[in-house]
């Protein structure tokens, strides 16, 4: 998936159009699942508005798709975005690096993640996404960490040492907000301007 700007793991296009394959975490499988049932409580549907369609997991040991058909059937989404069409980028999209560094095809961060994963080995489970992005040629994209507590209730005391470290060493501890990477298009040179 080429507009990754951060995140710890490799993004990829699935089969369908307009979907993409985000690495399984536990949490926001539990998160999705929940916010996108049937049985979701009437006050928590407002925000599916403002998150992207959840269609289920993917399995690629056993190619074996559990879909959620039942779950975004009868959904409203308001975002004239979600209703574009599907564009393809152009083999000439460049990304331009706050260092002068350049990268063709994919941005430098979803670089970064493939060659991680190509050393640490395929992934087996996936979560299937909405690919938001699917109708721009450039998008504008953003990843951030809300909230001045950046690990939850099942992390170790080590990783709970490391992300109060980097909650006091940024933004995160003070206003609550840490920008982890983003891209804009640089109407000048025709390029997106890639920072993390």
């Not at 599916?48 to 040991?61: D, E, I, K, N």
């Not at 331009?96 to 350049?102: F, L, Q, R």
Request: aromatic share 8%; net charge positive.
């Amino acid at each position: 998936y080429p507009h990754q700007v951060g995140g710890h793991g490799s993004l990829q296009r699935y089969q369908e159009e307009g979907r993409i394959l985000k690495p399984l975490l536990a949490g926001e499988l539990a998160f999705y699942s929940h916010v996108f049932s049937p049985s979701a409580p009437a006050e928590i549907h407002w925000i599916r508005a403002f998150l992207p369609r959840f269609y289920g997991t993917y399995s690629l040991s056993d190619e074996i798709f559990a879909g959620n058909a039942d779950i975004t059937d009868g959904l409203r989404q308001t975002s004239s975005l979600r209703d574009g069409p599907v564009i393809s980028a152009a083999s000439t999209l460049r990304w331009e690096t706050s260092d002068g560094g350049s990268s063709v095809t994919i941005s430098p961060w979803a670089h970064r993640m493939r060659e991680r994963q190509k050393r640490k080995g395929s992934l087996h489970e996936w979560v299937v996404l909405e690919d938001v992005n699917r109708s721009m040629l450039e998008p504008c994209v953003l990843d951030c960490k809300i909230g001045r507590r950046l690990y939850d209730d099942t992390a170790s005391p080590e990783k709970i040492r490391r992300h109060i470290a980097k909650s006091l060493s940024t933004t995160s501890m003070v206003v609550g907000l840490r920008v982890t990477g983003m891209q804009v298009f640089d109407v000048r040179s025709g390029n997106l301007k890639f920072c993390d």
